[in-house]
Every structure is written in structure tokens, then in C-alpha cells.
């Protein structure tokens, strides 16, 4: 179909900086080679397919109440946890660490067992509307490669993929090697991530461990609930991003993490299902617990106007706010000509759910059943 592109035609729903969530009615969205050419009013269609030369017959009307909404950014996940979803709402981090996780990771020595995880995993992030992911593997360089493989079945160049240097945290590195994987991300210009302030204790072990080190914010992404001030300070100036992960700051037991005083401080923040610290690789249950950690705030704070996340925001932390957290906001992260067609076909009445439920509530109740199909750089992945 993307051969010549196409062109699918009904309400857009994104996000952008004025506004958390615009619903553009009545629109065209042409897409050609992965990318989208043009968003137009219906009057100006035939004049556009002529311009790009896209048939006729590859033009596809949305049904009513269907719109189209961007792809979900996952800005912090972990592929090798996938089987323990689920397992571990009973313990704290470094206890659920020991517990379950180390042992799990260890087994991506054995690439048959990598294989069968990665491509379950995949799927399943696929499916519940995550088009870009930002994850942490293991250890193992050929699993990590297989995960790689998995994610694009291509020839081993992976346009779509982007390495990050990875320190698990600072608890698991000696500063010698948090150094070296300083040199290295700047030599090669990558990304970096790690966990960083996501429980007390860790944030107090790694306190005695370190003591030389004012702070241990040197490069940062998931949870940062317990940053000091200065912490946020040296965030802002480095230009770096929070992956903010509320299924898994609740399930095992880590923290509240107040959003409005990162975004008081201008730090971009994404959201991430952190799975399987987070029992679910949805979005979606991403955007409603990132919800209910703000009302926690609301009903615990003192002064009478703390302003709660509304959906809306939440969403546009799921989408656009992800896509600046990993610095793709110039490809994906919402609708606009140049950038990758990463989309989802969502039906807010699909298999039962209650009629006309509009745009705007409907990331409010959905899930994956209400994802039509999905789109990754103009290529249907799932319908
Ligand atoms: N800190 C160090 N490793 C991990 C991990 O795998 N998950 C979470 N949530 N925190 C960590
Ligand atoms: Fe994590």
C-alpha cells in the first residue's frame, strides 16, 4: 500500500504544544514513504493525490466516531521483564529486584529463550499502541541484537532503532565505568539512560556508596521522584528528560512522584510503563495512573489550587511529551508534515464498549480492543 501511499481520511486527535489534545474534523492525512506529506481539509483532496501521485483506490475513509491519534511513546520499558509481569506488587524495588528480576534477566544468556520473550514482548507493546520504545535489554549481546532483529526484521541496519548507553543504575556501576560510558555516549553522540531517585532506600545506599558525589544526576531518565532540588537544577541545564513511570511507582512501592514540580522547572517529561517494575505494557494504563497519582497530590496538598493532570495532558505526556523526552519530537510524537505516519485507528465503540463516546473522553476507558490498526512509519503493523 506505501509503495505509491495513501491517504486516510476522517478526525485527527494529538496533541501539540498550545494545546494537549486538538481534534482536527473532516481532514486528509496523506502518507508517502513512511512520512506524511500533507493534512488537508476533504476539499483539497483531489487536487493533492495528483500532486503526489497516490491512487484513487488507496484513499480510506474512517468510519463514524473512529479517529485517528499517534502512536504511544513508551519512554522507559524493559523487554527481558516481560514474563514477570504481573508478579511482584507484594515487595520494594531492591527486594523485587533480587527477587525476580535478576534471576529472569540472567536467563537471556540462552538465545532460544531470548527469541521466544522478545518476539512475545514486542507483540504485545505493539499491540497496545506503543509505536516507539525506549527499552532496556540485558546484559547479553546477541540477545540484545535478537531484540533488535524482533523489533525490525530488516537487514541489520535498523533505521528505526537508536542505541542508548545503558548503566542500570548507580547502585549496579563504580564511577570508573560510569565515566567510560560517559566517553563512549559522546564519542558515538548517544542517548543515555538509567534509573535515577526511585526509592528512599536506593537514593540513601547510594548516598553512603558514592559519598564524594554531590549528586548522581549526571544523565538521568526513569522515576526521579525523590530529586533534590539541585538535582533538578543540573536535569534543566543538561537538557535532559524524566520517564515518568507511575504503574511501576506504585506497584512496587516507590513513591508519588509530583509532575508539576518537574514541569515547574521546565523538565520534559514522558511517560513509561517501566514493565514489569508497572504490571502492564499499556499506555494507556499509563496515562490514567499518571492521572490518579496527580488527584493523590490534589487531595493531599495544602494550598487549595494544585492543579491535578487532566487526561488531556496526560495524553499528550504519552505521545508529543515522550517524543521530546527521547529528542524524536522532530519525527514522531504527533501529526504534521515531514514527520514519520506513526498512527493508530482507534474505534471508541469497538467490540462492545458504549456508543458515542467522543475523542475526548475516550482515552479515558480505552484499551487495546478499541486500536483498530497501528501504524509504524506509514506501514500497518496490526489490524
Ligand atoms: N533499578 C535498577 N534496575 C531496575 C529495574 O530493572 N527496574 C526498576 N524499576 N528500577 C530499577
Ligand atoms: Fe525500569
Known amino acids: 500500500m506505501d509503495e505509491t501511499g495513501f491517504v486516510m481520511c476522517g478526525a485527527l486527535v494529538h496533541s501539540t504544544d498550545a494545546e494537549p489534545l486538538e481534534i482536527m474534523q473532516h481532514k486528509c ?28 483506490t488507496d484513499i480510506t475513509y474512517l468510519k463514524k466516531g473512529q479517529f485517528l491519534c499517534p502512536g504511544f511513546v513508551d519512554t522507559h520499558l524493559h523487554a527481558p521483564q516481560y514474563p514477570n509481569c504481573g508478579k511482584g506488587l507484594d515487595m520494594g524495588l531492591l527486594d523485587w529486584l533480587q527477587t525476580y528480576t535478576f534471576p529472569t534477566e540472567a536467563k537471556f544468556s540462552d538465545l532460544k529463550y531470548a527469541d521466544m520473550v522478545y518476539r512475545k514482548a514486542v507483540r504485545r507493546v505493539l499491540r497496545n499502541g506503543t509505536t516507539t520504545g525506549c527499552y532496556f535489554a540485558t546484559l547479553h549481546t546477541d540477545a540484545t541484537l ?6 525490525k526484521v530488516k537487514k541489520r541496519n535498523y533505521p528505526h532503532i537508536t542505541p542508548i548507553v545503558t548503566p542500570r543504575f548507580a547502585l549496579s556501576c563504580c564511577q570508573e565505568l560510569m565515566s567510560k560510558l560517559g566517553d563512549l555516549a559522546k564519542a558515538y553522540d548517544l542517548p543515555i539512560q538509567t534509573h535515577i531517585c526511585e526509592t528512599r532506600d536506593e537514593v540513601r545506599i547510594v548516598g553512603e556508596t558514592f559519598p564524594g558525589c554531590e549528586s548522581y544526576a549526571a544523565m538521568v531518565l526513569a522515576h526521579g521522584i525523590y530529586l533534590s532540588d539541585n538535582e533538578i537544577a543540573l536535569i534543566k541545564a543538561r537538557n535532559s528528560a524524566i520517564s515518568h513511570c507511575p504503574n511501576s511507582n506504585f506497584s512496587i512501592r516507590s ?8 514541569e515547574e522547572a521546565r523538565i520534559k517529561v514522558g511517560l513509561g510503563t517501566d514493565i514489569s517494575g508497572g504490571y502492564h505494557p499499556s499506555m494507556l494504563n499509563a496515562i490514567r495512573t499518571a492521572v490518579f497519582v496527580s488527584n493523590i497530590h490534589h487531595i493531599e ?21 515522550g517524543a521530546k523526552a527521547l529528542g524524536l519530537d522532530n519525527r514522531i510524537g504527533n501529526f504534521a508534515v515531514g514527520k514519520d505516519f506513526d498512527a493508530l485507528l482507534i474505534d471508541p465503540s469497538a467490540d462492545g464498549s458504549h456508543v458515542d463516546v467522543l475523542p475526548d473522553d475516550s482515552f479515558s476507558d480505552s484499551d487495546d480492543r478499541n486500536i483498530l490498526s497501528i501504524y509504524v512509519a506509514g506501514r500497518k503493523v496490526i489490524s
Open 29 to 56: 492525512i496523506g502518507v508517502k514513504e513512511g512520512k506524511i506529506v500533507f493534512i488537508e481539509n476533504e476539499d483539497a483532496l483531489s487536487e493533492k493525490i495528483k500532486e503526489f501521485g497516490i491512487p484513487q
Open 146 to 151: 535478537l531484540l533488535c532483529d524482533v523489533i
Open 301 to 321: 496538598a495544602e494550598h487549595a489550587n494544585y492543579k491535578a493532570l487532566s487526561v488531556h495532558e496526560a495524553f499528550r505526556l504519552a505521545t508529543l511529551g
Open 255 to 262: 513513591g508519588v512522584l509530583d509532575l508539576r514540580r518537574l
